[in-house]
């Protein structure tokens, strides 16, 4: 088995997208459940978080795939599992192989977050609770701008990055990694998006991503990226 892994501690300079696959070389059989056009789920993705699932029921846009056939974990009673991962890549594939595991039906899952180059790739993996409490925002982002305070604009360099994992019953597993690379600002800009996004500003752009609208910030985000790569596999083994 392999795999392509985005460690906490990437330090790419790219904002091109990687690959790997793990487990078999072809998806195997098609995934159980009805044809499509009807209601029943035929797609899992790992999230409790319904902003999240409607918005990778645009990104994946799976031909001839109703957006009710693409469900959250929730709807499966699918419980989070434990990211003991060192890796994004590590993390999406647990998600992924337990929510596949549960559910009978492929699953798709991401890990994400913000890899700053003079950090070594920190905050990387623990990028929700970089502050110590996982899903303060602010204080994540307070606590960055104030260890960066003393580095100059040349060396803020600094991109999000996305591991998209898909996996299925019958052990297929393929990941994508997608990154969008920029500098960081020294003080907050814009009130979009969350986490990060007020201080980071996309390269060849003079706006922080809190100050793009949604359709912009998704046409050049790492997640966007990513799950876009991942979609011709999902069509594949949804035929």
């Known amino acids: ?27 195997g059989p098609r995934a159980a459940g009805p044809s499509a056009g009807t209601a029943s789920p035929r797609l899992v993705l790992a999230t409790h978080n319904e902003h999240k699932v409607r918005e990778l ?27 003991d991962g060192i890796t994004f890549t590590e993390n ?5 192989r337990a929510v596949a595991a549960h559910s009978g039906l492929p699953a798709i899952a991401d890990d994400s977050g913000l890899a700053v180059d ?39 360099a600094a991109g999000f990055v996305c591991a998209a994992a898909l996996v299925t019953p019958e052990g297929f597993e ?10 960081l600002l020294a003080a907050e800009r814009g ?20 100050e793009l609208t949604p359709e912009e910030k998704n046409a050049i985000s790492h997640r966007g990226k990513a799950f876009r790569a991942l979609a011709p596999y999902v069509r594949q083994i949804l035929e």
Not at 16 to 25: F, K, P, T
Not at 92 to 96: E, P, R, W
Not at 174 to 183: C, Q, S
Not at 202 to 207: I, V, Y
Request: aromatic share 4%; proline share 5%; with cysteine.
């Open 1 to 27: 088995m392999s795999s392509h892994a985005a460690s906490g501690a990437e330090n790419s300079d790219s904002g091109a997208e990687h690959s790997g696959n793990a487990g078999s070389a072809h998806p």
């Open 57 to 83: 029921r645009e990104i994946l846009a799976v031909d001839g795939l109703a957006p009710q056939q693409i469900v959250g974990a929730g709807d499966v009673g699918s419980t989070e599992p434990v990211e």
């Open 92 to 96: 999406a594939l647990i998600k992924a």
């Open 118 to 156: 003079v950090l070594g790739g920190a905050p990387g993996i623990f990028s929700a609770r970089w502050s110590g409490r996982h899903g303060a925002d602010q204080e994540n982002l307070d606590l960055l701008l104030a260890q960066l305070a003393e580095v100059p604009q040349q060396h803020r």
């Open 174 to 183: 393929h990941v994508e990694i997608g990154e969008l690379r920029g500098t």
């Open 191 to 210: 009130t979009g998006g969350f986490g990060y996004d007020p201080i980071l500003q996309p390269a060849g752009e003079q706006r922080s991503c809190a």
